[in-house]
């Protein structure tokens, strides 16, 4: 009798995360404005990396979608998540077509991030951070994937010195919630108790917004973030 | 309109006490400033240990010389703002950052006391940065200890471990040779150039971390006196491209090049510089000046056979 009971606690238990954080934060991100115009990057330089593209890419400080809206910001809970814990497995920035892949990434501080070369040429993979530890280590084609950690939440600023052009950001959190807007513009954050909450979008050229949220139980909550583009 | 009263007593004196209570609170500001994007707070007194010296950041004299040698360009705050900062090209050092090139550390680690000491005393070429012959050594470890109060780093940080350096193996032409392969390989010349004379396709491109233009070591100018950055010797050499010059565009090659090959890629530099009389220079003028080709092995081992391994577009013709 007292066992059932037990395993009857640790079943309702068991079923417990996904009956009480259901709640979700959805949105779009969009623009009101003129914004700047992508430019071709010439990577004639780097034929290797040319060659991997058909016509010239472009830079990625602003990329926008169908229906004004922006791709590559990062949505986040800043306050009101309690997840100090950053998870065991390390993310990866890839160096491809002399680019970061992808342009934006986010880690918790103290997550393993792995930076690996694809490219037939070297780069040096250089994050300038302000608080962090700045770093800068030659990666050329073959080496060994870069293993490391931040421990002060920050965005960080990594480029490589040999290919002016490649710019990328290091998103470092104190929070495993967070999503970075893909081609229409839209994220989604999962898995929320019930609580009050603080999410922030933030787009490299244009700065943060903020929202504030309420989650009150198994329930989605629409938020949208309009930014004023410039050109 | 206003009618214009005498001033009473009590509000007179309640301004100059008041005032008074500012220009104090004027002063005591200007010696501990908050600076840049590390406050700093609870700039505590540090010390330095180089040797048998231990240095004071509070020493009798210290905060002396700091201001009359020092702050001129580093900035009484040691934000790398003084007077001259503008004038300046490289830019002095920013010391709240608590980032510096010249170190025996791994890159992202702070350096040794050893390692400001010997910067102190050698100073930094092409830039303003004087050798400061004229400081005794325990002067010299105070301002170790004094640049140390602009960073909060300094307080949660230890140095890195100095990176191991093995002995240097005699200078061949092999070993030449196969630093110049490395040379190619890992594409130094991408920023210094097929020669060595800073004239790589990146260099004119190349900023360093506050966004000020850097250009790369040229190595066949610089050979006069043969000074680098962090050093004269062939270990200093060594150090440079192992460490990385933290700060600027020169990465780490310490997860890269095997500490036997970062000596024949020293080997190599050398004869860059062309001028310089040295062991280097004198067993290429044995080989007639040439490099003879290095090929690599499929197991590794170094070798010479030909043919030549082929520069990548971009090396000049050689």
Not at chain 1, 111 to 127: A, G, I, K
Not at chain 1, 134 to 155: C, T
Not at chain 2, 7 to 30: H, N, Y
Request: contains cysteine.
């Amino acid at each position: 009798m007292h066992w059932k009971k037990l395993y009857a606690a640790v079943f309702v238990i068991a079923l417990c995360p996904a009956m009480t954080f259901a709640g979700s934060i959805t949105g779009k991100v969009t623009y009101t404005g003129n914004p700047a115009k992508p430019h071709p990057i010439d990577m004639s330089r780097e034929p290797s990396c040319k060659a991997q593209y058909r016509t010239p890419p472009v830079s990625e400080t602003v990329v926008t979608g169908p229906g004004n809206t922006l791709q590559n910001v990062l949505v986040y809970i800043s306050q009101g998540a309690d997840d100090a814990n950053p998870p065991a497995q390390a993310v990866t920035l890839t160096q491809k077509g002399c680019r970061y892949v992808p342009h934006v990434i986010a880690l918790h501080t103290g997550q393993d991030l792995d930076v690996v070369n694809e490219d037939r040429t070297s780069h040096n993979v250089h994050p300038e951070p302000q608080v962090n530890r700045e770093w800068n280590k030659s990666q050329p084609p073959g080496a060994a994937p870069i293993r490391v950690k931040f421990d002060q939440p920050e965005f960080i600023l990594v480029k490589c010195n040999l290919h002016p052009w490649m710019r990328g950001w290091l998103a470092v959190l104190k929070t495993n919630h967070y999503a970075i807007t893909g081609e229409n513009g839209t994220f989604t954050l999962p898995d929320l108790k019930p609580g009050k909450y603080t999410i922030t979008a933030w787009q490299e050229d244009y700065g943060t917004k903020t929202a504030d949220v309420t989650i009150t139980g198994n329930e989605t909550k629409n938020v949208d973030f309009t930014f004023v583009a410039h050109p | 309109m206003n009618e214009l009263r005498p001033m009473p007593l009590v509000k007179i004196v309640a301004s100059l006490v008041l005032s008074a209570a500012f220009t104090v609170a004027g002063s005591a500001q200007d010696q501990a400033p908050d600076v840049g994007p590390h406050p700093n707070v609870g700039r505590s007194q540090m010390e330095s240990q180089i040797g048998g010296i231990v240095g004071h950041s509070d020493s009798g004299r210290v905060k002396y010389d700091y201001v009359r040698y020092c702050a001129g360009c580093h900035g009484t705050r040691g934000d790398g703002n003084g007077e001259n900062a503008a004038w300046l090209d490289p830019k002095p050092r920013d010391f709240t950052m608590a980032t510096f090139k010249c170190r025996s550390t791994p890159t992202g680690m702070l350096p040794t006391d050893e390692d400001l000491f010997n910067t102190i005393g050698r100073g930094l070429v092409n830039s303003n940065m004087p050798p400061w012959n004229t400081f005794t050594r325990q002067q010299k470890a105070d301002l170790v200890a004094y640049i140390k109060t602009f960073s909060p780093r300094w307080q949660k940080e230890k140095p890195g471990d100095p990176i191991p350096i093995p002995p240097e193996p005699p200078i061949t032409i092999e070993s030449i040779s196969h630093g110049k392969y490395l040379f190619t390989k890992l594409e130094c010349w991408k920023c210094h150039g097929p020669q060595g004379r800073g004239d790589g396709p990146s260099a004119s491109t190349l900023t360093d971390s506050k966004d000020q233009p850097i250009r790369p070591y040229d190595f066949a100018e610089s050979s006069k006196d043969s000074r680098f950055k962090c050093g004269t010797t062939n270990r200093d050499l060594y150090k440079i491209f192992m460490t990385g010059l933290d700060g600027t565009p020169m990465p780490s090659y310490a997860d890269i090049i095997k500490p036997a090959d970062a000596w024949d890629l020293v080997h190599f530099l050398r004869v860059l510089q062309v001028h310089r009389p040295g062991r280097e220079n004198e067993i290429l003028a044995a080989a007639h000046g040439e490099i003879p080709p290095y090929v690599e092995k499929p197991d590794g081992q170094k070798s010479q056979a030909q043919p030549a391994i082929r520069p990548p577009s971009g090396m000049g013709s050689e």
